[in-house]
């Protein structure tokens, strides 16, 4: 039996919208996934190791994202998304952590120079 167009039509969006609805449209979050572990390796070549706070938000989004892929491969894609955008955030947060940091090293650095200039004159 042939539908007629002005109801086949409607009848299609309708299975689409609840496929859609349903979570069998949600693409796995590669792109967010590849996001958050470059900006963790980027924490890490930073030094984020060396100060606490840095160490422990990169800590935090390693094991976000370690949970993403578990919850990727499950196949909950969406809420492997939630997860990884807050894995991007820590790992960012440490990269800033670490580069304050490392400022601040540089900065002590410069004042023991000056301070040396100035005893040696």
Excluded: Y
């Excluded at 609805?21 to 996934?33: I, N, Q, S, T, W």
């Excluded at 963790?40 to 984020?48: I, M, P, V, W």
């Excluded at 800590?59 to 998304?81: F, P, S, V, W």
């Excluded at 490392?102 to 900065?107: F, T, Y």
């Amino acid at each position: 039996m042939k539908l007629p167009a002005n109801v086949a039509a409607p009848i299609l969006a309708l299975s689409l919208t609840c496929l859609i609805a349903c979570g069998g449209g949600f693409l796995p979050p590669a792109e967010r996934l590849a996001s958050a572990e470059a900006a963790a390796r980027s924490a890490t070549e930073l030094g984020a190791s060396k100060d606490p706070k840095a160490s422990l938000h990169l800590k935090l989004a390693q094991e976000q994202i370690d949970q993403a892929k578990a919850l990727m491969k499950d196949g909950d894609n969406k809420r492997a998304d939630l997860v990884l955008q807050r894995a991007g955030s820590d790992a960012e947060l440490a990269v800033m952590l670490a580069k304050e940091n490392n400022a601040n090293a540089e900065v002590q650095k410069a004042k023991e120079r000056v301070n040396s200039i100035k005893a040696g004159r």
